[in-house]
Nanobody, 125 residues
């Protein structure tokens, strides 16, 4: 089992920045690919970013490419999502997820095995 707890969400003005954190516990953190997803009200959950077990490879959704950065600190068993140049359309609940594959880059939610409870990000215009 892997437990995931997100933090760092909040209210920010358009153009601002936030850094989300996802602390993991339970198993060897580097064995897991990690991802961030988000879900806005009335919309389906969508992929945001993913990173491999040792952080060597990343993939981003086109909507966040160049603005968001996913990273991980395996010593702290934490994955981060640095979000810059935020837009109102980035408003959503953000979830982190762990997939049982060290070198995979999963962009679909059903490939992930564990999920956090989510953290709200609200971007005002």
């Amino acid at each position: 089992q892997v437990q995931l707890v997100e933090s760092g969400g909040g209210l920010v003005q358009s153009g601002g920045s936030l850094r989300l954190s996802c602390a993991a516990s339970g198993r060897t953190f580097s064995n897991y690919a990690m991802g961030w997803f988000r879900q806005a009200p009335g919309k389906e959950r969508e992929f945001v970013a993913t990173v491999t077990g040792y952080g060597s490879m990343t993939v981003y959704a086109n909507s966040v490419k160049g603005r968001f950065t996913i990273s991980r600190d395996n010593a702290k068993t934490t994955v981060y999502l640095q979000m810059n140049s935020l837009k109102p359309e980035d408003t959503a609940v953000y979830y982190c997820a762990a997939g049982t594959c060290q070198n995979c880059l999963y962009t679909v939610g059903n490939r992930y095995d564990y999920w956090g409870q989510g953290t709200q990000v609200t971007v005002s215009s």
